[in-house]
Every structure is written in structure tokens, then in C-alpha cells.
């Protein structure tokens, strides 16, 4: 079946505008989760739903960043006023009851960010 | 999540297994240990992941000591496209945190 698709694949913006990323994850998956990773470092969480709720946030890295999740499917990350240490491939993924219940995360091939 | 240690990085011969340790010495009774991996340009794949006793599916091999105090993740014959970064991760919690992982290279 298909897998967790994320749009756009590339995205080039200006410093100062704000930016919205999107996750369709795996249809039935009720935990959904973004990571972003800067070139050639490692995976950085930043937040996970179970559902529409947000249990942990803590991985946001300011008050720039929000995420949200409707209808416990899509997933959009938002950032606001990009900066370029905010550029990076964002990535989500999905898992079916979450991964601290039996349950591995399946991830898309991401969002390269570019903030120029 | 129980601290997990790998060796930063290893070489295999393509057609050789690629035998991948993970120290989880911390572990507890209900953490799992879970095998990712990482292909350059790629969103992380999931391998293989078990509890107590030993697991194998059609990608790699998970053996896990009878203490859980450490595990090899085995890939039977390693070709060229299995060369990417493999974590290790102990874990009972719906927040996953990466570490930095075996960057494993498969040469000819």
C-alpha cells in the first residue's frame, strides 16, 4: 500500500517567510511524528500526535515552529519568519499505534528546506 | 530509553554478513530493541525489532543475549545497497530519539 507521503519535496523560501510543510501518513495510523535532520548531522525529533493531540513538543526548537494534525490523518509543520539555520530535510513518519506500543515507525523521504 | 553504544563505523565485503553490534547494558524488562536504517538521501527504513528472543524477517537477523545487555543485528550477505547508517535503539516509549548509529560501508 502506499506509504507516508510528504509534499513538497523540495522547497526553497526566503529568509523571513513562513513555510508550511505537509505529512499524509500511512491510512490507520493513529501516531504521526516530524524530524528534522541538517546536513550531514543526526535525526533531531521535534514533535509527535497521537490523534489530533500533541503529548510531546518538546523537540520544537522556538515559539517559530508549530505543527498540527486534523481529523487524525494529515499533518501540516509550520515554521514562521525562516531563518537559514532552519534549513534541513524535515521528516515525518507514522506508525499504527505509536512506537512505544510494539509499533515501528515507517517514514517518508522528507522535505528538503532551503532558506536563502 | 536505555543508553545504546555502537561502533561508529564498519566495513563488510559484498556477499559477506554484516554482523552489527549494540550494547544496551541499561535495559529494561519491557524495552524493546529496535534496528533502523538510513540510506544517504532517504527517510530511515525500519528493519527488525524484538523483546527477549531472537528474530529474523526477510531484510536482517536480531539476536539478543539472554541478559538483553546487548544485541547483533545480522545482514546474511551484504550487497552494495546496503551500505547506510544502522541505529540501535532500546525503547518502551512512543518518543523515539535517534542516536548516531554504525555507518556501515559494503565494499565489492
Known amino acids: 500500500g502506499a506509504g507516508v507521503s510528504q509534499s513538497p519535496s523540495n522547497k526553497v523560501t526566503e529568509k523571513g517567510k513562513d513555510v508550511e510543510l505537509r505529512c499524509d501518513p500511512i491510512?490507520?495510523?493513529?501516531?504521526l511524528y516530524w524530524y528534522r535532520q541538517s546536513l550531514g548531522q543526526g535525526l533531531e525529533f521535534l514533535i509527535y500526535?497521537?490523534?489530533?493531540?500533541?503529548?510531546?513538543k518538546s523537540g520544537l526548537p522556538s515559539d517559530r515552529f508549530s505543527a498540527e494534525r486534523t481529523g487524525g490523518s494529515v499533518s501540516t509543520l509550520t515554521i514562521q519568519r525562516t531563518q537559514q539555520e532552519d534549513s534541513a530535510v524535515y521528516l515525518c513518519?507514522?506508525?499504527?499505534?505509536?512506537?512505544?506500543?510494539?509499533?515501528?515507525?515507517?517514514f517518508g523521504n522528507g522535505t528538503r528546506l532551503t532558506v536563502t | 530509553d536505555a543508553k545504546t553504544t555502537q561502533p561508529p563505523s564498519m566495513d563488510c565485503a559484498e556477499g559477506r554478513a554484516a554482523n552489527l553490534p549494540c550494547n544496551h547494558s541499561?535495559?529494561?524488562?519491557?524495552?524493546?530493541v529496535y534496528w533502523y536504517r538510513q540510506i544517504h538521501s532517504q527517510g530511515p527504513q525500519y528493519i527488525i525489532h524484538?523483546?527477549?528472543n531472537n528474530e529474523t524477517n526477510e531484510m536482517a537477523s536480531l539476536i539478543i543475549t539472554e541478559d538483553r545487555k546487548s544485541s547483533t543485528l545480522i545482514l546474511p550477505h551484504a550487497t552494495l545497497r546496503d551500505t547506510a547508517v544502522y541505529y540501535c535503539?532500546?525503547?518502551?516509549?512512543?518518543?523515539?530519539?535517534f542516536g548516531t548509529g554504525t555507518r556501515l560501508q559494503v565494499f565489492p
Open positions: 513518519a507514522s506508525s499504527l499505534a505509536g512506537h512505544g506500543r510494539n509499533s515501528p515507525l515507517h
Open positions: 491510512s490507520g495510523h493513529t501516531a
Open positions: 500526535f497521537q490523534g489530533n493531540s500533541a503529548p510531546d
Open positions: 541499561t535495559i529494561s524488562g519491557n524495552e524493546y
Open positions: 524484538g523483546l527477549k
Open positions: 535503539i532500546a525503547s518502551n516509549t512512543d518518543k523515539l530519539i
